[in-house]
């Protein structure tokens, strides 16, 4: 018998239809109205704080591609690869790998894209790029940390990761000792990526949570 989760396109649909049947139901069940509780920006004051909230939550979403395959790539698919047979390794070279990385490369486009959005429309966008040195506020210093980290991981993904691994993987023609160090630059810029992520993850959170318990 087949079902709606054989399909991945009706299985995200499924998810996205149930968010909002979710947030139906809390819209019903909550004796106030939407963001009542919340601060201006956070939820509360109408259509704007509506959409930043759904840029937030597409901002998480994207992130969690992104990280995810980041750490794949490294937990997972590159541990493995030695241990594969060789007449198995064009199964991961030709199908998984390309596949994982139009994600990856995309999901690293979008989490910034909706950060920056998040950013400007908070109106802190310029301290954090000054890691909060212009108004000396531990929430834009961490938050900026963050920021940059996560703009240095993008531009590895885009200009390092992805224009290497298109050789070592024969996306693009390349000679075989262009292809060993095409891989060895990649492997080396996600290494550095996936270093990144510790501290950009801890200043995501920080912003909110950290900045208040050391000020």
Do not use: C
Not at 101 to 106: A, D, K, N, T
Not at 111 to 120: D, P, Q, S
Not at 165 to 190: N, P
């Amino acid at each position: 018998m087949k079902s709606p989760f054989d399909s991945l396109q009706t299985t995200v649909v499924l998810g996205l239809v149930l968010t909002v049947v979710m947030v139906l139901a809390v819209m019903g069940i909550a004796d106030h109205g939407v963001g009542a509780s919340l601060p201006e920006g956070e939820g509360g004051g109408g259509g704007m704080s509506i959409a930043i909230f759904v840029a937030r939550w597409a901002h998480v979403v994207s992130g969690i591609m992104w990280i995810g395959l980041l750490w794949y790539f490294n937990f997972v698919q590159v541990p493995s690869m030695a241990e594969i047979p060789a007449e198995l390794k064009p199964a991961v070279s030709k199908f998984i790998a390309p596949r994982a990385l139009w994600w990856f490369r995309w999901a690293a486009a979008s989490t910034v894209l909706f950060g920056v959005i998040l950013a400007g429309a908070g109106r802190y966008i310029v301290d954090a790029f000054a890691l909060g040195l212009t108004d000396r506020g531990a929430d834009t210093s961490i938050i900026g940390f963050g920021i940059w980290f996560a703009l240095i991981m993008a531009f590895n993904v885009w200009f390092i990761i992805w224009p290497n691994q298109k050789k070592a993987l024969g996306i693009v023609t390349a000679t075989d000792d262009e292809k060993k160090k095409a891989a060895r630059m990649a492997f080396l810029a996600s290494r550095t990526n996936l270093m990144l992520s510790l501290p950009m993850l801890f200043a995501m959170l920080g912003m909110r949570h950290f900045a208040e318990f050391i000020s």
